[in-house]
C-alpha cells in the first residue's frame, strides 16, 4: 500500500513533511529550498525532510524518488491511493524519526524566513505546538477577497463554535512536538482538509502549550471556493467536533434514558396537533375494543418480520447480527421517526448498529436504502392498477369531488381543510412517491453498469478539489452496498417476499379494525382495504407530519369512499377507521421503541446527535 524510499542512518531531531500531491512543476523547487533554509539553523545531520506523496496521477512519484536519491537528508513515501491531506501527513509523521515533527505547504506562500521560529518554538521545548498566522491582529496577509472571506468566515465559526482561540487554523505552516502529537492522533478523525483544525482544537482542549506567532503570506496559483470541500466537508466537521467536545459529555445514561423518554411522550402529544382528541375517542369509543386489541396484535407480528429482514440485508453486506437485536433497532428507528421530523429515525439505527455492532455509517445508511426500496416496492405491488388507473384517467377529481360533497368542510387541529384538496394532494403525493422508487432503482442499475462514473461526473461539476474524490467514495460505496442486494436474485426474492408479508400483515391490521367498527369482511371490502392502506403508506413516506399523521388517514378515506357502495361506509367512518387503525400501529410503535430504548440502553436524543458522525472507511468492501 504504502512504498518508502531513502534510509535515514543518522541521529535525526527535526522531521519536515512535505505533502505533495501533483507536484511535479514544483516538488524539486521546494525540497531545494527546505534543505536550503534547514541548513541555515540546524546542524548537518540532525534534519530530514520527507515527501509524503498522495496517490499522485502526475510524475511526482518518479521526481521524489529521484530526490530522495540524490539527498541524504530526502526520504519519499508513496501510497497508491489517496489517503487525503490529513490522513497522508498522520502517515509521515508516524514513520518520521525526529521529535520535532514540522510541515507547510509545497507552494511554499509562507516566507521561508520564518521556518526557523516555527521548528525552533517546539524544538526548544517552549511550546508543543506552533503554527504560522495570516490573520493576527496588526498582520493580516494581503489575500484576495475569494480567498480572505471564505477564510476569515471559516476562521469565525471555529472560533464561535469550538471555542477556540487561535486566529488563523489552516495556514498551512506548523510544527508539534512528536510526543504531544501522538497522543492527539488517537482522537483526530478527519483525513482531510480539517486535520489542522481539528488538531489545533484538540491540543487547546487538552492544555498543550501553542504558540500562533504572525507569517509573512503570498498566495500561490488560483484558487476559489470549493462547495464539496468548505460546505459539505468543513461545515460538518465543525459540527461533528462540537458534538464530541461541548454536547456529548455531559449525556449521561441517565440524561439519555430519560430525554429519550420525555421525548416520545411528546410525539403522543403531537398528535393532537394533527387530529381532534375528542374526535379520536370518540372513533376508538365506536369500535370493539377486543377486535382492536387483537389487530394490534397482528401488526405486532409483522415487527420480527421486519427484524429478519434487516438482518438478511445486513448478512448480505457482510455484517452478522440476531433477529432480535435487529428488531430492537428497526422499533427503535420507527420511534424515532414519530418524534423527529424528516424521519431522522432512520439515521438513528444506523447509528445503533454502528455502536452495538460496529457496521460502518455508510453500510448502514446503505442497508436502509435498500429497505426503503423494498418497501416501496411492496406497497407500489400491493396498491396495483388502480392506483395507476386513478392518476391517468384523471378519476382523482371525481374521487376527490365525491368526498368534498359527502364530507364538507374537516377541521383538523382548529384549522379548516378543504377535504377534496387535501384528497387530490394525498393520491398525487402517494403516486409521486411510488414514482421516485421506480427511479432509484433505475439510476442504482445504470450507474453500477457505469462503474460509479456517474457519481464522479455529477460530483466533479461541482468539485475540483480533492475532497471530492473523498465524497464520491463514500456515495459509491453506498450505492455499491445496495446494489450488493438488490443485484442478487436470491437476495431480491427472499427479501421481496419478507416485504410483502410485512406488508400483507400492515392490511390485515386495517381489515381488523374494519371488523372492530362492525363490517364484514366482503371481497370488495378486502380488495379496497389493499389499496386504501397502500396508498396511505405511500402518502406517508414524504415526511410533512410526525408519522405521517393526517396524510395517511386522507389517502386511506379517499380510497375507500371513492372504491366502496356500502351505505354505511360514509366518509365519517372510513375516516374513524383510518385513525384507529393508524393510532393502534403508532401506538405499537412507540411501546416497543421504548422497550428497546430500555433494553439496549439507547437515547433517540444520542443517537441522532451522533450520526452526524458520518465516517468513511479506509477501504470500499469487496
Not at 340 to 361: C, I, L, N, Q
Not at 537 to 563: D, H, M, R, W
Request: hydrophobic share 50%; charged share 20%.
Amino acid at each position: 500500500m504504502v512504498a518508502h524510499t531513502g534510509t535515514m542512518s543518522r541521529r535525526v531531531e527535526v522531521s519536515v513533511v512535505l505533502p505533495a500531491y501533483n507536484e511535479e512543476a514544483t516538488l524539486a523547487e521546494t525540497v531545494a529550498v527546505t534543505l536550503e533554509s534547514l541548513a541555515d539553523f540546524l546542524p548537518d545531520g540532525s534534519y530530514e525532510v520527507i515527501i509524503a506523496e498522495d496517490g499522485c496521477d502526475d510524475d511526482t512519484p518518479r521526481i521524489a524518488d529521484e530526490l530522495a536519491a540524490e539527498h541524504e537528508a530526502v526520504r519519499h513515501i508513496h501510497s497508491e491511493k489517496r489517503l487525503g491531506r490529513g490522513g497522508a501527513l498522520e502517515y509521515a509523521f508516524r514513520e518520521a524519526a525526529g521529535e520535532t515533527l514540522v510541515y507547510f505547504d509545497t507552494d511554499l506562500a509562507t516566507d521561508m524566513d520564518h521556518l526557523e521560529e516555527l521548528v525552533e518554538s517546539v524544538r526548544s521545548g517552549e511550546y508543543d505546538v506552533a503554527t504560522g498566522s495570516r490573520w493576527m491582529p496588526g498582520n493580516e496577509a494581503d489575500r484576495p477577497a475569494k480567498r480572505g472571506i471564505p477564510s476569515r468566515g471559516y476562521n469565525l465559526l471555529v472560533r464561535l463554535f469550538l471555542r477556540s482561540g487561535i486566529n488563523d487554523h489552516q495556514c498551512g505552516f506548523k510544527a508539534f512536538d512528536r510526543q504531544a502529537l501522538s497522543a492527539l492522533l488517537d482522537d483526530v478523525e478527519d483525513d482531510h482538509w480539517f486535520w489542522d483544525t481539528e488538531v489545533l482544537v484538540r491540543a487547546q482542549r487538552a492544555g498543550y502549550r501553542i504558540k500562533e506567532f504572525p507569517v509573512d503570506w503570498t498566495p500561490q496559483g488560483d484558487s476559489k471556493v470549493d462547495i464539496v470541500r468548505d460546505v459539505f466537508g468543513m461545515g460538518s466537521q465543525i459540527l461533528r467536533t462540537w458534538w464530541q467536545l461541548a454536547v456529548s459529555p455531559r449525556i449521561t445514561r441517565n440524561v439519555s434514558l430519560v430525554a429519550g423518554t420525555l421525548l416520545v411522550v411528546v410525539a403522543l402529544a403531537l398528535m393532537t396537533l394533527y387530529l381532534e382528541p375528542s374526535s379520536v375517542l370518540d372513533a376508538i369509543a365506536g369500535a370493539d375494543p377486543v377486535i382492536v386489541l387483537l389487530s394490534a396484535a397482528v401488526y405486532l407480528l409483522s415487527w420480527p418480520l421486519r427484524g429478519l429482514r434487516y438482518r438478511e440485508i445486513l448478512d448480505r453486506l457482510g455484517y452478522h447480527s440476531d433477529a432480535t437485536f435487529m428488531t430492537g433497532a428497526v422499533f427503535i428507528s420507527q420511534t424515532g421517526n414519530l418524534v423527529f421530523p424528516a424521519r431522522a429515525g432512520d439515521a438513528v439505527r444506523a447509528y445503533v448498529v454502528k455502536a452495538r455492532r460496529g457496521v460502518p455509517y455508510p453500510t448502514g445508511f446503505a442497508s436502509l436504502a435498500v429497505e426503503r426500496v423494498f418497501d416501496l416496492l411492496a406497497i407500489t405491488v400491493l396498491a396495483g392498477s388502480v392506483l395507476v388507473g386513478l392518476v391517468a384517467t384523471g378519476g382523482v377529481d371525481e374521487l376527490a369531488a365525491a368526498i368534498a360533497a359527502d364530507v364538507g368542510t374537516v377541521s383538523i387541529g382548529g384549522s379548516a381543510v378543504d377535504p377534496a384538496a387535501a384528497a387530490r394532494t394525498a393520491i398525487q403525493v402517494a403516486a409521486g412517491v411510488g414514482v421516485v422508487a421506480i427511479l432509484a432503482v433505475v439510476v442504482i442499475a445504470v450507474n453500477v453498469r457505469r462503474d460509479g462514473n456517474l457519481i464522479r461526473r455529477g460530483i466533479s461539476t461541482l468539485s475540483s478539489d480533492s475532497y471530492a474524490d473523498y465524497v464520491a467514495g463514500i456515495i459509491e460505496r453506498f450505492v455499491g452496498d445496495v446494489e450488493a442486494v438488490v443485484g442478487e436474485r436470491n437476495g431480491f426474492l427472499s427479501i421481496g417476499a419478507e416485504s410483502l408479508l410485512i406488508w400483507m400483515l400492515d392490511v390485515v391490521t386495517a381489515l381488523i379494525v374494519f371488523a372492530a367498527f362492525g363490517f364484514d369482511l366482503t371481497t370488495s371490502i378486502v380488495t379496497v382495504a389493499f389499496f386504501a392502506v397502500s396508498v396511505g403508506n405511500l402518502a406517508k413516506v414524504l415526511p410533512l407530519s410526525p408519522g405521517g399523521i393526517g396524510l395517511y388517514e386522507g389517502a386511506f378515506t379517499l380510497i375507500v369512499v371513492g372504491l366502496t357502495a356500502v351505505p354505511e361506509l360514509t366518509a365519517a367512518t372510513a375516516l374513524a377507521i383510518a385513525v384507529v387503525d393508524h393510532a393502534v400501529k403508532n401506538v405499537v410503535t412507540i411501546i416497543g421503541g421504548i422497550l428497546s430504548m430500555l433494553w439496549l440502553n439507547v437515547s433517540l436524543t444520542t443517537a441522532v446527535g451522533q450520526t452526524s458522525e458520518v465516517e468513511a472507511e479506509a477501504e470500499p468492501q469487496e
